[in-house]
């Protein structure tokens, strides 16, 4: 068999991936049970002042 | 050392050492350091004064945003309010324009009452109060020295937090685990109490005085806490648990949210009543005199304590741990456990904790019974665009497929944003049960509709002013913005609750769509119940005015087989559901009704090649920096009719390669009310996508001219959502060359962006003109492609731009010169 050029074609789909993450999938029901870091980046791509209140350290074993 | 390693920004101040409940459980009487006895009682004003200026002088040093101080104790009410407010008062007074102050007090609850709330609330303290369950389990251990129970006294102190009035101050309960208790009935009777959030505690223990276990198995309180997460799971996490929320945050890359659990550094330091240095008090299980640092408010400043080795051992994560520890596949979540917890004689803190079995099976627990999008999601699918249609973005166009892309990362994003609007009203302390319990309804509507009607459910989240209603409600509960509304006739109250209830507005919207029978309360909003979507009843003039009402106004939504019935108060309306979806419905009203009412449909503008919303209902259309128009009249909209139909027509034929993007995402056409100079305004929001707000201008040629020009601003503002086109924290200022000013590095990419598609609409149009009328329009031409190559340039010098950003502002470029 001969050498032939490799087989690209102009048909491949080149795709600039984002920073959104696709939460099509994720069911109405799971929203409110998905982890606050995921929540909270589509939020930090819209309001990015509004992080949780908790943030920046370990906080105190308390209820306060 | 010139510069102190630690930064301290939380301090738990101890402002009374003696406590008026005798818990067999308390780690400050009951473990082995007994330093309390040699304690004052309360803190003297000289140990007040001097703590106000150690932690002020510390914030300040490090530049702190915030200090976050917990009042503690033993049990710290009973300093007296006359002490308390001079402690208060003096914290406040000397962070004063140094950082903010963030002031707790955490509580037996037993002497709280309306005079210490009044305190707490002029002074926002919020308040955090110990519980252990029902009354069997709180009996257990929280009994006064004579063995009553204090059970009663505590409940009444978190329904006085729980009353609107102090709803506020309410910041959540703190149960310590005893496995006797059955965990449901323990959880149920906390999650009945409606903290914002709990705090389940481990029994502090150490390897050398381990923790009471009753079985035989290793990890009991394991077994104990996952039959609570199981259930709080199911129930859809309607409470904070910071114990499982943390768990959940760090297997998902996220904070560690409670120092027990994670690797995050822990900036805590302790002021005992005598102005005593402790490192965190929980130590005090492990030896006496362990949290010891042998320093005072009036000899040292919080800096040097920031460099006592037992608070730098608590800034290094992994490296701190041991070997069994660091080698750990739960490490991330579980960080070794809270630090007192893993002292044993001889090795020190150098060990696992001695929950370790307990803190591995409850973390594999949560892993393994996650729902499987949620374990998911760090490497969960990001949305991509196809490197042509983002080329083609890039130069300024973009055709139906690039904005179907932008269409469904914006559904993407809205589900995003819903999901953390219901979690954050969930557990906010200002969100009252009433409206909790509307959300929770509201929320299993369209988790229904979700999976039964996902198509109907879709079309309703397709509106563009969703987002606009999710940012204004995630401001509020995040960020503290208060509820705004800029047109004139968002006169009524808008608050919070009136906000969140909008989400039950959306379920209904969605439940009308697919004739899903259900019954929801929704918000009466600038007296109107309003469905997006679909319209809004306007209601007529009402005897209780908005100036003597206490509450919003709600109402009631009714979807029944083949109709929906409004009613507010004792009025009544009914709308068949074909008209109502088919934008034709009339408002039938019940006879006997006290107030008049009159359904104000949304009216669609059609043409060949576009169908748009003429969006003039909409309680969230005030998200543009213009004023929104009030309902038009039917000539109005058959004036917006004709003049769209005649735009879209020079649309097509002079701009063709801009009317596919326009035809596929253009959704909403918003009318502003005529600016008094009688100019051109137009506008577009990123929290609106799909929607161009205009003044009607004066001529077709002008609507198509401002129809390019915004949704420009449309296309770009999804792209944005997308991806990092430039350096956010970059605020230097542009010089923009079109008269606007200097701007930041996004508004002038959004102007430029804009811009692009107003130098080509004036090179169609010379291209399509004749005589004087080409002239002019290939001055404009000219003027408009200066201005945009000029701002081009601004932004490729400008080194705010990301390599994907400078690679988009270059299509730009290519563009303009072409």
């Known amino acids: 068999m001969g050498w032939r050029a490799m087989q690209t074609t102009d048909s491949i789909r080149v795709d600039v991936p984002s920073k959104l993450a696709d939460l099509r999938p994720v069911a109405f029901k799971e929203l409110p049970g998905m982890a606050s870091v995921t929540l909270d980046k589509a939020v930090q791509r819209v309001l990015p002042g509004a992080s949780p209140a908790q943030s920046g350290g370990a906080f105190f074993n308390s209820s306060v | 050392m010139d510069r102190p390693l630690v930064s301290l920004s939380q301090i738990v101040l101890k402002v009374h050492s003696r406590c008026d409940l005798a818990c067999d459980h308390c780690y400050v009487y009951e473990a082995a350091d007994q330093s309390w006895r040699s304690r004052p009682g309360t803190l003297s004003d000289e140990v007040i004064a001097q703590t106000a200026q150690r932690i002020a002088e510390h914030a300040s040093s490090h530049g702190l945003p915030a200090v976050q101080v917990i009042l503690h104790g033993g049990e710290p009410l009973l300093a007296g309010r006359a002490r308390l407010r001079r402690l208060i008062t003096a914290l406040h007074s000397a962070l004063r324009g140094v950082c903010d102050l963030d002031l707790r007090i955490h509580t037996n609850g037993v002497l709280l009452n309306d005079d210490f709330c009044e305190l707490f609330a002029e002074h926002g303290v919020r308040v955090g109060i110990s519980i252990d369950g029902d009354k069997s389990a709180n009996d257990r251990h929280r009994r006064y020295a004579d063995g009553r129970s204090s059970f009663d006294k505590v409940v009444r102190a978190i329904r006085l937090l729980s009353t609107d009035r102090f709803r506020d101050l309410y910041a959540g309960l703190l149960c310590t685990i005893d496995t006797a208790n059955d965990p449901l009935v323990v959880y149920e009777s906390l999650r009945d109490l409606q903290p914002p959030r709990i705090d389940f505690l481990l029994p502090h223990a150490t390897w050398d005085s381990p923790p009471f276990r009753t079985r035989a198995t290793k990890a009991e309180y394991a077994d104990w806490l996952a039959i609570i997460f199981d259930r709080w799971l199911a129930e859809g996490r309607p409470i904070q648990i910071r114990t499982f929320d943390s768990i959940i945050s760090t297997l998902h890359g996220g904070e560690n949210l409670t120092e027990a659990l994670g690797l995050g550094p822990v900036g805590l330091a302790v002021i005992e009543t005598d102005g005593t240095y402790e490192q965190v008090d929980s130590l005090k299980v492990a030896f006496d005199g362990a949290p010891e640092t042998g320093m005072n408010v009036f000899d040292h400043s919080l800096d040097l304590v920031g460099q006592h080795p037992g608070v730098i051992a608590r800034q290094q994560g992994i490296a701190g ?165 800029a047109a004139e006739e968002f006169c009524g109250p808008r608050d919070l609750s009136a906000d969140l209830g909008h989400l039950s507005a959306i379920a209904a919207a969605g439940a009308i769509r697919s004739r899903m029978g259900t019954c929801l309360t929704v918000p009466v909003v600038n007296s109107a119940v309003h469905l997006p979507t679909l319209g809004r009843l306007k209601l007529g003039s009402d005897e209780g005015a908005w100036a003597t009402r206490h509450e919003p106004e709600k109402a009631r939504v009714s979807v029944i087989t083949n109709a929906a019935i409004i009613r507010v108060g004792d009025s009544c309306w009914t709308l068949d559901l074909p008209g109502l979806v088919a934008g034709e419905s009339c408002a039938t009203a019940v006879p006997g009704n006290t107030r008049c009412g009159e359904w104000q449909a949304v009216r669609m503008l059609r043409g060949s090649g576009f169908c748009v919303a003429l969006e003039d209902t909409d309680p969230y259309r005030d998200c543009h920096q213009w004023r929104p128009a009030p309902r038009l009249t039917d000539d109005e909209v058959a004036l917006w009719q004709r003049e769209l139909q005649a735009a879209w027509q020079e649309i097509e034929r002079e701009h063709a390669e801009y009317a596919p993007a326009l035809a596929a995402g253009l959704t909403a056409l918003t009318p502003l009310a005529a600016p008094p100079d009688g100019r051109d305004v137009s506008a577009a929001s990123r929290n609106a996508f799909g929607a161009v707000a205009i003044a009607r201008p004066a001529d077709p040629a002008g609507l198509a001219r401002l129809l390019m020009l915004d949704f420009q601003r449309v296309k770009l503002g999804a792209l944005f959502d997308l991806y990092d086109l430039y350096d956010p924290a970059d605020d230097r200022l542009f010089h923009a060359p079109w008269g606007e000013g200097k701007q930041q590095v996004e508004g002038l990419l959004q102007s430029t962006y804009a811009y692009l598609a107003v130098t080509q609409f004036w090179r169609a149009r010379q291209q399509f003109s004749d005589g004087p009328a080409a002239e002019s329009a290939g001055q404009h031409f000219l003027r408009w492609r200066s201005d945009a190559a000029k701002a081009v340039e601004t932004l490729l010098d400008s080194g705010a731009l990301t390599p994907l950003g400078t690679s988009f502002v270059r299509q730009m470029r290519h563009s303009v010169e072409v």
């Not at chain 2, 456990?337 to 099976?361: E, T």
């Not at chain 2, 996650?370 to 374990?375: D, K, M, N, Q, V």
């Not at chain 2, 459910?457 to 204004?472: E, K, M, Q, S």
């Open chain 2, 321 to 485: 741990l041991c070997q069994t520890c660091q080698e750990c596949p739960v490490v991330g979540s579980c960080g070794g456990g809270l630090y007192s917890h893993r002292y044993r004689k001889g090795s020190g803190f150098a060990n696992p904790s001695v929950y370790c079995a307990d803190l591995l099976a409850l973390i594999s627990h949560v892993s393994s019974h996650l729902p499987a999008e949620t374990t998911a999601a760090p490497g969960r699918p990001t949305h991509v665009i196809q490197r042509q249609d983002f080329q083609a973005l890039a130069s300024g166009l973009g055709g139906a497929t690039a904005i179907t892309s932008l269409m469904e990362a914006e559904r993407s994003l809205l589900r995003g944003l819903m999901g953390a609007v219901y979690q954050s009203a969930l557990s906010a302390p200002s969100v009252v049960a009433t409206v909790r319990t509307e959300l929770q309804v509201a929320w299993s509507v369209l988790s229904t509709l979700d999976l039964e009607q996902p198509e109907a459910l879709d079309i309703t989240l397709a509106h563009p002013y969703l987002r606009a209603w999710a940012v204004r409600c995630l401001e509020q509960l995040r960020l503290d913005v208060p509820s705004r509304g």
